[in-house]
């Protein structure tokens, strides 16, 4: 199966401090995605990462790829309470499949 | 724009009862993919169309489930008959394509109680 492990599940830091998401996979792809979820909500798209590339940033967001590695992680910069919420990868594969997500990371940001 | 639409938010039923749950995807947007999530099992993909026409419908666990995606403005799934271990949220997303390269945008979701 294509599904990403996120690690770790759960995550709890203090306001302020930097948060940091990793994520395996098992085959290969062409690019990886980053979505977030709201207690109750729908996810969210965040940052999409190609194959051959190996570091992005968007706002307090930075995301690497190893693809040698097959993994990823999800640094999240001086963190806010209102970062509270479940971290997705989801990887996208060759051709027209669909992405795949996996389990998530639940980060709690406490004030 | 709206984004994508879900209807209804929440839906508590009976065993046995027929549900449907209904997605308004976002105009222009060609794919629509239903997902179920719960915390054993996480999000999962259901099933998927592509203009329309259903592509992949491997994920649909049983026969109890059935999705319709009439125009390119509506699509239902449907449970019948429903049954406890359904309970879940029910998610539908839309994108320009189903390629793995195109984000996916996702509605509210539907929470689903079967009693």
């Known amino acids: 199966s294509q599904q990403g492990e996120e690690d770790p599940q759960a995550l709890s830091i203090q306001e302020g401090e930097n948060a940091t998401m990793n994520c395996s996979y098992k085959?290969?792809?062409?690019?990886l995605q980053w979505y977030r979820q709201n207690s109750g909500r729908g996810l969210v798209h965040l940052i999409l990462?190609?194959?051959?590339?190996r570091e992005k940033h968007s706002g307090r967001l930075r995301v690497t790829l190893d693809t040698s590695k097959k993994s990823s992680s999800l640094l999240i910069t001086a963190s806010r309470a209102a970062d509270t919420a479940s971290y997705f990868c989801a990887m996208g594969g060759e051709g027209n499949t669909p992405l795949v997500f996996g389990k998530g990371t639940r980060l709690s940001v406490i004030a | 724009d709206a984004g994508v639409i879900q209807s209804p938010r929440h839906e508590v039923t009976e065993m046995g009862q027929e549900v449907t749950l209904r997605c308004k995807p976002i105009?222009?947007?060609?794919?629509l993919f239903w997902y179920r999530q719960t915390m054993m099992r996480g999000l999962e993909l259901l099933i998927y169309f592509n203009n329309n026409v259903p592509i992949d419908d491997s994920g649909m666990p049983e026969d109890r489930f059935s999705a319709k995606m009439p125009n390119a403005s509506f699509s239902t799934l449907k449970i019948q008959p429903s049954e406890p271990r359904d309970s879940a949220v029910y998610f539908c997303?839309?994108?320009?394509?189903?390629?793995?390269?195109?984000?996916?945008?996702f509605g509210p979701g539907t929470r689903l109680t079967v009693l």
């Open positions: 990462i190609r194959s051959n590339e």
């Open positions: 085959t290969s792809i062409n690019n």
């Open positions: 105009s222009g947007h060609n794919s």
């Open positions: 997303a839309s994108s320009q394509g189903t390629s793995g390269y195109n984000e996916q945008f």
